[in-house]
Nanobody
Framework: QVRLLQSGGGLVQAGGSLRLSCAASGITRKINAMGWYRQAPGKQRELVAT???????NYADSVKGRFTITGDNAKSTVALQMNSLKPEDTAVYYC??????????????WGQGTLVTVSS
């Protein structure tokens, strides 16, 4: 069973930077992709950025050019560097991992969530 442990986040002024990290643990056949999603108060959870096992990345339009996602296959970790933060980036950020189990099931797991607050 794969588990995700997140770290980072907190309070920052607009224009500042924060870094989120996430580490996967447990036994699985392969982690296919890891990524970050966020959910602001009163809104649905949305994709922020993902990175596949072959290094392909995908970003939400709202964060392109400001956020950078990096993955480390060997360590089963993913990080999100967030620069030029805006108040509208305020949300709970969730780490996500899509993996193939030893039984060849395709599953997704979520981290515990971490609050990012950007003050104006």
């Amino acid at each position: 069973q794969v588990r995700l442990l997140q770290s980072g986040g907190g309070l920052v002024q607009a224009g500042g930077s924060l870094r989120l990290s996430c580490a996967a643990s447990g036994i699985t056949r392969k982690i296919n992709a890891m990524g970050w999603y966020r959910q602001a108060p009163g809104k649905q959870r949305e994709l922020v950025a993902t990175v596949t096992s072959d290094g392909s990345t995908n970003y939400a339009d709202s964060v392109k050019g400001r956020f950078t996602i990096t993955g480390d296959n060997a360590k089963s970790t993913v990080a999100l560097q967030m620069n030029s933060l805006k108040p509208e980036d305020t949300a709970v950020y969730y780490c996500n991992a899509a993996h193939t189990t030893l039984q060849l099931e395709y599953l997704e797991v979520w981290g515990q969530g971490t609050l990012v607050t950007v003050s104006s």
